[in-house]
């Protein structure tokens, strides 16, 4: 039988580069927004990614879609 992916979910999480630790890495935070449309465009979430990055006190350094989805067998 086959299976099928049906979309639950969709989350955008903006990674933030808030400093450097003691030794100079570089550190990073996760702001996540949960609830988006799993049929949003790609381009949409990428260009409200970088509007609401421009609220940050942080710099952006990536944005992530993250798509969930139930199994079932069809």
Do not use: C, W
């Amino acid at each position: 039988m086959a299976v099928t992916n049906v979309p639950v979910g969709t989350a955008l999480k903006l990674k933030l580069n808030t400093g450097t630790d003691g030794s100079g890495n570089p550190v990073f935070r996760t702001k996540s927004l949960s609830n988006v449309k799993p049929t949003a465009a790609h381009q949409d979430i990428f260009d409200v990614a970088v509007s609401l990055s421009g609220l940050q006190e942080y710099t952006l350094s990536s944005i992530s879609r993250v798509d969930s989805g139930e199994l079932i067998q069809a």
